[in-house]
Nanobody, 115 residues
Framework: QVQLVESGGGLVQAGDSLRLSCAASGRTFKNYRVAWFRRAPGKERDFVASITWSDANTVYADSVKGRFTIFRDNDKNTVYLQMSSLKPEDTARYFC????????WGQGTQVTVSS
């Protein structure tokens, strides 16, 4: 079993920055990529970014490239999502996920960007 706990969400203005955290625990969680997803009201869940624990290989959605950075701290077992130049369309609940086919999910953290 893998446990994921997100934190760091909040209400910010357009252009601001925010850092989300995803603390991981449990057995063998470092065998899998960790990804951030988001779900805006009335929309489907979208992939945002992912990273591997071993070599920090990263993948980004086109919509966040150049604005968001995913990175991890192996000692703290935590994956971060640094979000910059936030836009109102980034407003969503952000989730981290891991495991085979992203089996394990956290409870999410809300990010609201006002214009």
């Amino acid at each position: 079993q893998v446990q994921l706990v997100e934190s760091g969400g909040g209400l910010v203005q357009a252009g601001d920055s925010l850092r989300l955290s995803c603390a991981a625990s449990g057995r063998t969680f470092k065998n899998y990529r960790v990804a951030w997803f988001r779900r805006a009201p009335g929309k489907e869940r979208d992939f945002v970014a992912s990273i591997t624990w071993s070599d920090a290989n990263t993948v980004y959605a086109d919509s966040v490239k150049g604005r968001f950075t995913i990175f991890r701290d192996n000692d703290k077992n935590t994956v971060y999502l640094q979000m910059s130049s936030l836009k109102p369309e980034d407003t969503a609940r952000y989730f981290c996920a891991t495991g085979p086919a992203y089996t394990y999910w956290g409870q999410g953290t809300q990010v609201t960007v006002s214009s």
